[in-house]
């Protein structure tokens, strides 16, 4: 947005500070939203009703308390960015879903300049795959001096956008530790099998997160799935799931 937006608003962005991009893995992106008490984007909010696409946006920025020049050059690089023409755009409510949650993307973006937000929440797109993370990439493009916050359910999902360092749980732990990998499993059984394995799982350096029946495994350079395998068969232990975190299932 520095370069359509006027030379006060490009002054502003450039004194903002380094972006950060965060990938949040959780079944919801609330209970982080409310404990950083952070801007989410909503995409379920009825908006545009019978408006066209730039004056809805330019309504967003005069309610955010952009003058007029600042809304008509905001505008002018989200239109395009979204690749939604200049000077005639559709209604809103003939939006496909795709650009619908993309307008609410711009309508962050615009908040995010005009009110100084520090730090964007972008839930898990109501898209299907591969459109959300098709959408999670323009995310990173609208927002200027934020640091931005992707949620998905899976981490794989971010696997490609996100550094692994930067992947945290809904309590901000890093899901993968700088070196060695992280191995998710399922089993199935407990006892003395189950307390076996994770005897041999402790031997190997590898701690364990979660269970009985999940798991995340934090494993040392050197360990991996033939390893965790082969301890799950000496210790007599059924594995339903076994995979690298960053691996699609």
Not at 43 to 72: K, N
Not at 80 to 101: D, E, I, M, N, Y
Not at 104 to 122: C, D, M, N, S
Request: proline fraction near 8%.
């Amino acid at each position: 947005m520095i370069d359509a937006a006027p030379k006060a608003a490009a002054e502003r962005l450039k004194e903002a500070a380094t972006p950060r991009l965060v990938g949040l893995v959780a079944d919801t992106a609330r209970a982080y939203v409310e404990r950083r008490a952070a801007f989410a984007i909503v995409f379920d909010a009825p908006r545009g009703g019978s408006m066209r696409v730039r004056d809805w946006l330019e309504t967003v920025a005069a309610i955010d308390g952009c003058s007029p020049v600042e809304a008509r050059a905001l505008c002018d690089t989200l239109l395009r960015q979204l690749s939604l023409p200049l000077a005639t755009t559709p209604l809103v409510s003939s939006l496909p879903a795709t650009h619908l949650t993309a307008v609410a993307l711009a309508e962050g973006a615009i908040a995010a300049w005009a009110q100084r937000l520090p730090l964007v929440v972008v839930p898990a797109p109501p898209l299907p795959w591969p459109a959300r993370n098709d959408l999670r990439k323009l995310a990173t493009e609208l927002f200027a001096g934020v640091e931005v916050v992707l949620h998905a359910r899976e981490p794989w999902e971010l696997a490609h956008l996100v550094p692994r360092e930067a992947l945290v749980d809904e309590h901000e732990r890093p899901l993968v530790a700088e070196r060695g990998r992280a191995i998710v499993t399922r089993v199935y059984g407990g006892g003395v099998p189950y307390a076996a394995w994770l005897t041999a799982l402790d031997a190997l350096g590898v701690t364990v997160d979660g269970g009985p029946i999940a798991h995340v495994l934090h494993a040392p350079d050197g360990v991996g799935v033939r390893e965790i395998l082969a301890a799950a068969y000496d210790a007599e232990l059924d594995l339903l799931e076994i995979r690298e975190l960053l691996d699609a299932p």
